[in-house]
């Protein structure tokens, strides 16, 4: 079964500070990842996701993500982070045999103004 | 496009009543859609997998007769929670999967929070 990692719970970022956020997946086959947000009060959106092809994806809002294969990685980036950019964050990837995500844990970021 | 809805958004019964939520893709059709629960500042836990036409799939550990599942038609999706106790409070959340020009991609309904006095 498919099983994912996020290292950090919870971080807080000055205004304009780069971001990173870890995650770690543990499935070795064909892997398919997404990166949702939720923004206080409201439902997930989806940021941005990884089938195949460039292994450096680009999502809304300026968020960038980069799959490595040998490292089992796709962390989350943003250059600058925003006050607006506060929210929860959880890396899921999808289970291809069950066409099901799972969840991390989920990073809840805090950016201060 | 790809807006999924989700009916109540919020809902409060006594301990022992059945309340159905119901889960609509507005804009897309979804063969599958699933069903997960959130509990405060906790991750998304799977529940089960509504295929449409063809009995849910339910994850390890979540009780079937409890949490039925109807998936009548390609943009409807309920969830009925039976006979509800207080420990089923929780935020219900559902999504849609399609595979139509996007890849297979799942979108999140807003949610329903389930209150069992």
């Known amino acids: 079964a498919q099983s994912v990692s996020q290292h950090n719970h919870h971080v807080i970022l000055s205004e304009a500070a780069s971001l990173e956020l870890g995650c770690n997946y543990s499935?070795?086959?064909?892997?398919?990842l997404f990166w949702y947000v939720q923004y206080p009060g409201q439902h997930l959106q989806l940021l941005l996701k990884?089938?195949?092809?460039?292994?450096l994806v680009k999502g809304i809002k300026g968020f960038e993500a980069e799959f490595i294969k040998s490292k089992f990685s796709f962390n989350l980036r943003k250059p600058s982070v925003q006050w607006s950019d506060t929210a929860e964050y959880f890396c899921?990837?999808?289970?291809?045999?069950?066409?099901?995500?799972?969840f991390g844990s989920g990073t809840r970021l805090q950016v201060q103004p | 496009g790809a807006v999924v809805s989700q009916h109540p958004s919020w809902v409060i019964c006594k301990s022992g009543t059945s309340v159905k939520i119901e889960c609509r893709s507005l804009?897309?059709?979804?063969?599958?859609m699933f069903w997960y629960r959130q509990f405060p500042k906790q991750s998304l836990m799977l529940m089960a997998t509504s295929n449409e036409g063809s009995k849910a799939t339910y994850e390890q550990g979540v009780e079937k007769d409890k949490f039925l599942i109807n998936h009548a038609s390609l943009t409807l999706s309920t969830l009925t929670v039976t006979s509800a106790h207080p420990e089923d409070s929780s935020f219900y959340i559902c999504?849609?999967?399609?595979?139509?020009?996007?890849?297979?991609?799942?979108?999140f309904g807003p949610g329903t929070r389930l209150t069992v006095l």
């Open positions: 499935y070795g086959g064909t892997v398919n």
């Open positions: 804009d897309f059709q979804a063969t599958t």
């Open positions: 999504s849609a999967r399609t595979t139509s020009g996007r890849r297979d991609t799942q979108y």
């Open positions: 990884y089938f195949s092809g460039d292994p």
């Open positions: 899921a990837p999808l289970d291809t045999g069950r066409r099901a995500l799972t």
